[in-house]
């Protein structure tokens, strides 16, 4: 069954583009012009994952981001202007999944698309016959979700994907690189601080401990401290 992207763009030129390059890549394709449909059709399950454009004449798409991830944990890549690290940064705190520069290139949205849709994909078809513990957190992998205290922690694909890659090296560093292209299926450049910001929204949604269960070491990567 061909995997259904949501696109959500208000340039009709570019978004008949996408569209077009998209289809002919075996990709379902639904377009939204605003933010308001787009965010009705998302809700409304029409997709697998999402293609938002942060520029649109209605809702601003990082508000749209907002709803989304007060109802869903629908994976969303978010089309930003070239250069504009701020707008990256704020989606990526939101909840994005990924982004991509404007004007983007088509092949590289299909790699973003596709990376992502195989992780999921991948877990989805994870079996586990008892659900693994990592001090207060719990995992259960074939409903891809994560348990603090028995509760459920409101994680993005992303955010999961990281977590779980962490807390299955527990007391190990991983590297960036490693952690890059093991949980979001590209490989780390140069001043990319995508994995960074996610880190960050992992630490506050895991409640900031002193000294954090996510740990930085300088100059190699991250390691999972569980707590006592």
């Known amino acids: 069954m061909p995997n259904r992207v949501l696109l ?3 340039d009709d030129e570019l978004r008949e583009l996408l569209a077009r390059y998209l289809n002919g ?26 293609v938002l454009d942060i520029m649109l004449p209605d809702i601003n798409g990082l508000e749209v981001l907002r709803e989304l991830r007060a109802e869903t944990h629908l994976p969303v890549v978010l089309l930003t202007a070239r250069g504009d ?4 940064i704020a989606g990526l705190e939101v909840g994005a999944d990924d982004y991509i520069p404007k004007p983007c290139n088509p092949r590289e949205l299909v790699a973003r698309l596709q990376a992502i849709l195989r992780r999921v ?3 989805q078809k994870a079996q586990a016959d008892e659900a693994r513990h990592y001090g207060d957190l719990r ?3 074939d409903h891809r979700r994560i348990y603090q205290d028995n509760e459920p922690l409101e994680l993005t694909a992303t955010e999961y994907e990281i ?4 807390l299955a090296h527990a007391g190990s560093v991983v590297r960036k690189t490693d952690l890059m292209q ?5 490989r780390l450049e140069a001043y990319d601080r995508t994995l960074d ?13 002193d000294p954090p269960r996510i740990e930085t070491v300088r100059g190699l990567g991250y390691s999972y401290r569980v707590p006592v």
């Open 25 to 50: 890549q075996g990709f379902t394709v639904r377009e939204a012009a605003n933010g308001k449909d787009g965010l009705a059709l998302a809700l409304g399950q029409h997709c697998d994952i999402v």
């Open 8 to 10: 959500v763009e208000d």
């Open 121 to 123: 994909a991948w877990d």
């Open 163 to 166: 977590l779980q890659v962490l």
């Open 197 to 209: 910001m996610h880190i960050s929204n992992l630490r506050k949604k895991l409640g900031n401990d």
């Open 85 to 88: 690290e701020m707008d990256r």
């Open 139 to 141: 995992v259960e992998l």
């Open 182 to 186: 093991w949980a979001l299926g590209r």
